[in-house]
């Protein structure tokens, strides 16, 4: 029986998937265990919004059998990349992979996000990585913040087209500035010597989170090197397909980490307290050299640690002050799918004395936020997140902890809408309470 005439009057691509070896597709068993940890398809229930729907789809475009059709490209691109069914996958199914050839095929054909206009394209590239730009972009903001014109922020919102109301919408209330030194020293006896990631967004959006981990390292005997020449991890690089960009951008993080005085190899660990940007700063070995170990891009990956992952190893100091608070922490994907850190972000909040840790229905269920895909795919992106807004409502609790700037700025959007007197913020904040006896920025709680 011939195809249907609408499939036949698609282009078939010879020339894609190409670019991922096949035996990651033959992996894929098609068991179904990983359907119900999909947020996609947890959603829609269409079997080409699951892993195995996508991997059975691309590989038969890759093999000939299926058009690089305008809907195909609607289901991969749906994909949140959040990793939970490689979590749940009991074949080892490198699901990553599948999806990142999709990415790397799609930006050498299409362009990198080619569901979004040239003006959205231009800020997502060529805003939102760049940490200074950002921060003037959103000067205006934080002015009308500081004279508590907020309301007239957000009222302006309906005067814009939608996708720049939904990029004002995620804006926070944004924290006074703080310009880190180049180097902080250990608070008491030296026991280790770090290199600190600002990161970009994150650090125009939440420099707090920044100056909370640098004093959180130091209360904990570190030396502190926070190279000023820094630039963006390439995480958004990356997960668009350009991979070029994302060496280059690695190249030039290794080259100022190599700069701190006694370079890389003076450097115990090099600090991220953004668990969406880790994953891609542990793999640039793979990113820069491939698998030669010896190179640079390998040796700074290496010492990437997630500041939980980190404190957890180097053994926390405990505290001095109590922090009265109930809060819930929610797993963000970069951290517990992609790095399986799950432990230690618990192990040190523990130590806060006065801190009550509730559950999370749902917890490792993205959030919806997954880098740009809340500029990307907007529908999907605002169920998600009012799915986990509505949990973190049914626990009670006063506060919200999670360690990626994406799922913050997300979940604080929505949080907003549903229960806006819920602080969102980063465990960090809350042991550098405990560690310094200042509230974080935004939170009215009891410290003793």
């Known amino acids: 029986m011939s195809a249907p005439?609408?499939?036949?009057?698609?282009p078939i691509a010879s020339d894609l998937g190409k670019n991922i070896d096949y035996e990651l597709f033959m992996d894929c068993v098609h068991c179904g265990?990983?359907?119900?940890?999909?947020?996609?398809?947890?959603?829609?229930?269409?079997?080409?919004?699951?892993?195995?729907g996508r991997i059975y789809l691309w590989r038969a475009i890759a093999d000939g059998r299926a058009p690089f059709s305008p809907e195909a490209e609607k289901h991969m691109n749906g994909c949140l990349e959040c990793m939970a069914c490689e979590t749940a996958c009991p074949s080892g199914v490198q699901y990553r992979h599948v999806i990142h050839s999709f990415k790397n095929d799609q930006a050498r054909t299409r362009g990198p996000a080619p569901m979004l206009g040239w003006l959205q394209r231009a800020m997502l590239f060529g805003l939102t990585p760049h940490r200074g730009r950002m921060g003037w972009a959103l000067f205006p903001v934080k002015l009308m913040q500081r004279l508590g014109l907020g309301w007239a922020v957000r009222l302006s919102g309906y005067l814009m087209p939608g996708f720049l109301r939904r990029m004002q919408e995620i804006v926070p209330d944004l924290a006074p500035y703080h310009n880190l030194p180049e180097f902080l020293p250990a608070i008491g006896p030296k026991r280790a010597t770090v290199g600190l990631l600002l990161g970009c967004a994150a650090d125009a959006f939440h420099p707090q989170i920044n100056l909370?981990?640098?004093?959180?390292?130091?209360?904990?005997?570190?030396?502190?090197?926070?190279?000023?020449?820094?630039?963006?991890?390439?995480?958004?690089?990356?997960?668009?397909?350009?991979?070029?960009?994302?060496?280059r951008l690695a190249a030039g993080n290794c080259d100022s980490f190599a700069?701190?005085?006694?370079?890389?190899?003076?450097?115990?660990?090099?600090?991220?307290?953004?668990?969406?940007?880790?994953?891609?700063?542990?793999?640039?070995?793979?990113?820069?050299?491939?698998?030669?170990?010896?190179?640079?891009?390998?040796?700074?990956?290496?010492?990437?640690?997630?500041?939980?992952?980190?404190?957890?190893?180097?053994?926390?100091?405990?505290?001095?002050?109590k922090v009265s608070l109930k809060a819930t922490y929610h797993d963000a994907c970069g951290l517990a799918h992609a790095q399986k850190i799950r432990s230690a972000p618990r192990q040190v909040l523990?130590?806060?004395?006065?801190?009550?840790?509730?559950?999370?229905?749902?917890?490792?269920?993205c959030c919806g936020a997954a880098g740009s895909y809340n500029i990307t795919q907007p529908e999907m992106s605002a169920a998600l997140g009012q799915r986990k807004s509505g949990n973190?409502?049914?626990?009670?609790?006063?506060?919200?902890?999670?360690?990626?700037?994406?799922?913050?700025?997300?979940?604080?959007?929505?949080m907003r809408d549903r229960s806006p007197r819920v602080w969102v913020g980063h465990p960090v904040q809350i042991l550098d309470a405990a560690y310094t006896g200042e509230k974080p920025f935004g939170l009215d709680v009891a410290i003793s």
Do not use: W
């Open 5 to 10: 005439a609408t499939r036949q009057s698609l």
């Open 33 to 52: 265990l990983c359907l119900g940890s999909c947020p996609t398809y947890v959603e829609t229930g269409n079997e080409n919004d699951s892993p195995r």
């Open 212 to 247: 909370a981990t640098a004093r959180v390292l130091q209360h904990n005997g570190c030396d502190v090197h926070i190279p000023r020449s820094q630039a963006c991890c390439g995480a958004l690089h990356k997960h668009a397909g350009l991979d070029d960009d994302a060496a």
């Open 259 to 321: 700069a701190v005085p006694g370079g890389l190899a003076g450097l115990d660990a090099i600090i991220s307290n953004a668990g969406g940007c880790s994953p891609v700063l542990k793999d640039y070995g793979h990113i820069l050299e491939g698998h030669d170990a010896a190179g640079p891009g390998a040796v700074f990956g290496g010492k990437v640690r997630d500041i939980h992952e980190f404190l957890a190893e180097l053994g926390p100091m405990k505290p001095r002050h």
């Open 350 to 365: 523990a130590m806060v004395d006065g801190l009550s840790l509730v559950p999370l229905a749902e917890n490792e269920h």
């Open 392 to 414: 973190i409502a049914a626990t009670g609790a006063s506060a919200a902890l999670t360690g990626n700037v994406g799922c913050l700025l997300q979940i604080d959007r929505h």
